[in-house]
């Protein structure tokens, strides 16, 4: 179980996408299993995203700034990954 930083809501790690900080570069990880400080975020719901992103759940999770530009290359990872289900 892994808890999603949009919602809060406990899941199952394959209801979720991992999104992974490691040496400053911010990027999806689809294996679970890239290096670097991790955070969740349900698959199919984008008021997740704005959620965390509010929150500012990335930050607190990574311990480190993310960019505007970080964020919005996830958002679009995040995007593609939602059109090819």
């Known amino acids: 179980m892994r808890r999603c930083v949009g919602c809060m ?3 199952e790690k394959q209801q979720l ?11 999806l990880d689809l294996t679970g299993r890239a290096k670097g400080r991790g955070a969740y975020l349900c698959r199919d719901n984008s008021k997740c995203w704005e959620k ?7 930050e607190r ?6 960019s505007e530009a970080q964020k919005e290359e996830i958002l679009k990872q995040l995007q593609e990954l939602k059109e090819e289900q």
């Open 9 to 11: 809501e406990s899941k």
């Open 17 to 27: 996408v991992r999104i992974v900080a490691y040496e400053g570069d911010v990027s």
């Open 52 to 58: 965390a992103l509010k929150k500012k759940a990335f």
């Open 61 to 66: 999770s990574f311990g480190t700034a993310v």
